[in-house]
């Protein structure tokens, strides 16, 4: 099975990426872009024995740092 988490700053979370991103966006010329929030995603391929909860164990002790940032799991269908 499929599985994406997406990980993304909670709101209020300074992002320097982000800003750095939006600065180089306006450099190069690109107009409209009011702000910039980088994430990470990761795509695991599990077992389909591996349950929601382990799976939520996985970004709770590893892919997410819960002080500040959010996850969304999405499963991928096949």
């Not at 190069?28 to 695991?44: I, K, P, S, T």
Request: glycine share 8%; charged share 30%; proline share 3%.
């Amino acid at each position: 099975m499929k599985v994406r988490v997406h990980v993304s700053l909670k709101p209020g979370v300074l992002d320097p990426q982000g800003r750095a991103i939006h600065h180089s966006l306006e450099g190069l010329g690109f107009a409209g872009v009011n702000d910039v929030r980088a994430g990470r995603l990761f795509e695991l391929d599990v077992a389909d024995s591996v349950s929601d909860e382990a799976i939520d164990e996985m970004c709770r002790k590893l892919l997410a740092n819960m002080v500040i940032e959010n996850y969304r799991i999405e499963k991928v269908a096949a």
